[in-house]
């Protein structure tokens, strides 16, 4: 690197703990996330997944992207360190050019974050108060969205009353697929949204589908139901009226007494008209250590971190639910808390039995740590996105966002350096104790 912190090149190797054995290894994933929105033209990262004594892993949120995106900022902050630049500053001299709005999307947030007149704050506030430190940094992100797999949808008019009932290839866990497939649906067919109904994913109406993963099921689901929607009104095309004289309803009936097919099916694959985009997301986040009391420990030293402020500026493109995805952007970042903070696999060194495997002996205070100043807003940018304009949301905030905290805290200037990046506590505390450490 320069002495502006600008990579020259770099070479990063890591190890993948695929556990006792190798369970769809996601290598490809963390090295494809690495990247993130840097300039990797001098790069040469290679990963291994190796078989541990472990319990075999699997999937949970962003498998793989999460590790890969959170390898490439700590070393991003170590950069800044060792350099001695404002890491802010690091982050845009290592940034791709090519159609990239970070830039934009950084001062954007620095100015509706209050991000410079906050810093100046916490300066004074380490300086007045020995035993409480606060920290706060900005760190940006890029998620890569291919299309993969196929996903099913059926749509079903009544004659009756005009209803719509909706099957699909998608799971509902949680991220509002059936709230934006309904949402779709209706649109499309210019009916009030409480006319469709979402109908229980089976084998039956969506054969050989996908996984639901990797945050493509709702877009695919949706490009699905609304190709199943379009076909049906191009069907009951010759029975329309002018809509004054004629009620949907009465389209339907009329439809439907001249013997018109009114259920639809449709398989989304790659082979459609759409193409792969990127994610991009940007977070400030700001936090207090308590250098007295606490529950994470490292070098023996006993920490309490504190989130006090989220500000979230997450590219959603023209968002199909607003209040769907500022959910999943909120509630991943929450989620992050528990997978960096707290979730780590304790195992007894004598039988190999996992400590840490329920309530009773993991303390759960995620509920304690929630109660922050969370502002998030969705981002409009006019770059590629899917046929509505919309990005899809599910895993990418949680990428996003988990990584911060991990990235609050550089190491301490003049100490070694050891990342742990995919255990639980370890990164968490240097940049709010710099001050403790030069206090006298």
Not at 34 to 52: E, I
Not at 277 to 285: E, F, H, K, P
Not at 321 to 348: C, H, K, R, T
């Amino acid at each position: 690197m320069d002495d502006d912190g600008k990579i020259q090149y770099l070479k990063a190797d890591f190890y993948e703990n695929n556990g006792s054995s190798m369970n769809e290894p996601l290598i490809e994933s963390s090295i494809d996330h690495l990247h993130s929105c840097y300039d990797s033209s001098t790069w040469s990262v290679m990963g291994k997944g190796v078989r541990t004594d472990l319990p075999s892993m699997t999937y949970c949120r962003a498998p793989g992207s999460t590790e890969g995106i959170g390898f490439i900022e700590n070393v991003m902050e170590h950069i800044a360190k060792a350099v001695n630049k404002d890491p802010i500053e690091v982050r845009l001299k290592n940034m791709s050019q090519e159609n990239n709005p970070m830039a934009e999307m950084i001062n954007d947030i620095k100015k509706s974050s209050n991000y410079d007149e906050r810093k100046k704050y916490i300066e004074n506030f380490n300086k007045l108060n020995r035993w409480k430190k606060r920290g706060m940094t900005l760190v940006p992100m890029t998620y890569p969205f291919p299309f993969w797999g196929n996903f099913s949808a059926i749509v079903s008019i009544y004659a009756k009353d005009g209803s719509v009932s909706v099957a699909h290839g998608g799971i509902e866990c949680g991220q509002g697929i059936n709230t934006k497939v309904a949402q779709v649906s209706a649109h499309i067919l210019g009916i009030p949204l409480e006319m469709v109904s979402i109908k229980p994913s089976n084998t039956l109406t969506a054969p050989n589908g996908m996984v639901t993963g990797g945050s493509i099921a709702s877009e695919a689901c949706c490009y699905a139901a609304m190709m199943c929607c379009r076909e049906l009104l191009k069907r009951m095309e010759p029975y329309k009226k002018d809509p004054k004289e004629q009620t949907w309803a009465q389209l339907v009936q009329a439809s439907s007494g001249n013997l018109v097919e009114l259920c639809a099916t449709y398989m989304f694959t790659p082979k459609d008209e759409v193409k792969p985009y990127n994610i991009w997301g940007v977070t400030v986040t700001e936090v207090e250590v308590d250098i007295l009391t606490g529950q994470y420990q490292d070098c023996n030293i006993t920490y309490d971190l504190q989130v006090l402020r989220v500000d979230i500026i997450e590219d959603a493109g023209k968002s199909l639910s607003p209040e769907v995805d500022i959910g999943q952007v909120e509630g991943a970042f929450v989620m992050g808390l528990g997978y960096w903070l707290q979730e780590q696999l304790v195992y007894n060194e004598d039988t190999g039995e996992l400590l840490t495997n329920r309530t009773w002996n993991i303390v759960d205070d995620t509920q304690k740590r929630a109660h922050f100043l969370c502002s998030c807003g969705l981002g409009t940018l006019k770059i590629l996105s899917d046929e509505f304009g919309a990005r899809d949301l599910s895993e990418i905030p949680f990428v996003e966002l988990i990584d911060r905290l991990t990235t609050r805290f550089a190491p301490r200037p003049n100490k070694t350096v050891q990342y742990h990046l995919f255990t639980r506590q370890r990164q968490q505390i240097w940049e709010s104790i710099d001050a403790f450490d030069t206090d006298p």
